[in-house]
Every structure is written in structure tokens, then in C-alpha cells.
T-cell receptor
């Protein structure tokens, strides 16, 4: 069962904030986030683990709510380079959500 | 460190033919997974291999198969190609099986067009 992402798409102006949600129908103990720019391969953003551990390498924050079986990705003060499609994956299931297309305009 | 390498980058085949795609993971990575990506369909999981064994499989017909060699390189085969198989096929490698806490590293993909 793949996770459910929302919204499907969002358009922002530079400097605005966005939140992307990822929900699972099963108990959640880890979430992966990836970004894919047009014509490129998906790139790892971060992993959130049950217990609060977070592994990532970009200045993007995320939350992990075990009770709600949900993770949220926070993009603050968005830049043009944030544009792309964001995917989440849950637990050790190799399946991803359908993606959220984020467009940042000047 | 070299990234994940997929060959070929582009492929054009005719309906009914078969095709083999190749993926070389990052050195030291033993898990290789395959995804199909079509416009509007996101990343559809095909299968995952670890130590030459298929560990996980998506909901694709038996025409889609794969294997992994002792050096962790992997191949994916699609037989009796259909028009709907036209897609970008992505391969990803990771250190551990089913990537619970290990990131996936994707290759640039093979663009397959079936005519």
C-alpha cells in the first residue's frame, strides 16, 4: 500500500512557504523524502525515523507524527531551486507516494 | 565515488520484442531496486534485489523480470513488449535491503519507447 501525498501540486512565489504531507495507512516507523527535478533522477532529501532521528543533508525540515501516521515536509522561504516533484516513501516498503509537484516562480 | 550507472540511456523497441536494461550500483551497495516512471504515475516499484535474491516485488506482470549478479550489478528484462511499457525505468541502489534507514541513490534511468 503506497503512502498518500497531499497536495498533488502547489505553486509558490519565491520566499513563500509550503508544506507537503505524506500519510500511511499502516503504523509508521520511517519516512523517506526525495525530490526529482524535471528530466533528472530523484535525489534523496532526508529520512525520518521513529524516535525522532533525522538524517538528511539539505536545509529542509520535516516532522514525523507516529500517532497520525503522517510526515510533513516544510519548505520555508522557498527558492527557485526548490521546484520539482517531491516523493515520500514509508517504512521499508519500496513504494512511493504519487508525488507533489512544487513550482516556485520568481 | 561513482554514482549509479544505467545503460543504455535510450532505447526504442517494437511491440512484441524483449529488452534488457542494466544497472551498476554504487560501489559497496548490495541492494538494487527498479522503478517504472510514466507521466502522471509517479514511481511504480518493480522489484528489489539483495545478494542476488529478489527480496520484494511490485504489482507488475510476469513479463517483467530481473536478476542480480554476484558483483551486485542488476539487469531487468521485459518480454513481449507492449506500447504501455514505454516509460523511464529507474534503478536505485542502497547499502541495506528495503532501505529502512538507508537512502536510495537513483541512476539517471533508461528511457524506453515501444512503437
Amino acid at each position: 500500500q503506497q503512502p498518500v501525498q497531499s497536495p498533488q501540486a502547489v505553486i509558490l512565489r519565491e520566499g513563500e512557504d509550503a508544506v507537503i504531507n505524506c500519510s500511511s495507512s499502516k503504523a509508521l516507523y520511517s519516512v523517506h523524502w526525495y525530490r526529482q527535478k524535471h528530466g533528472e533522477a530523484p535525489v534523496f532529501l532526508m529520512i525520518l525515523l521513529k524516535g525522532g532521528e533525522q538524517k538528511g543533508h539539505e536545509k529542509i525540515s520535516a516532522s514525523f507524527n507516529e500517532k497520525k501516521q503522517q510526515s510533513s515536509l516544510y519548505l520555508t522561504a522557498s527558492q527557485l531551486s526548490y521546484s520539482g516533484t517531491y516523493f515520500c516513501g514509508a517504512n521499508n516498503d519500496m513504494r512511493f507516494g504519487a508525488g507533489t509537484r512544487l513550482t516556485v516562480k520568481p | 565515488k561513482a554514482g549509479v550507472t544505467q545503460t543504455p540511456r535510450y532505447l526504442i523497441k517494437t511491440r512484441g520484442q524483449q529488452v534488457t536494461l542494466s544497472c551498476s550500483p554504487i560501489s559497496g551497495h548490495r541492494s538494487v531496486s527498479w522503478y517504472q516512471q510514466t507521466p502522471g504515475q509517479g514511481l511504480q516499484f518493480l522489484f528489489e534485489y539483495f545478494s542476488e535474491t529478489q527480496r520484494n516485488k511490485g504489482n507488475f506482470p510476469g513479463r517483467f523480470s530481473g536478476r542480480q549478479f554476484s558483483n551486485s550489478r542488476s539487469e531487468m528484462n521485459v518480454s513481449t513488449l507492449e506500447l504501455g511499457d514505454s516509460a523511464l525505468y529507474l534503478c536505485a541502489s542502497s547499502l541495506r535491503v528495503s532501505s529502512y534507514n538507508s537512502p536510495l541513490h537513483f541512476g539517471n534511468g533508461t528511457r524506453l519507447t515501444v512503437t
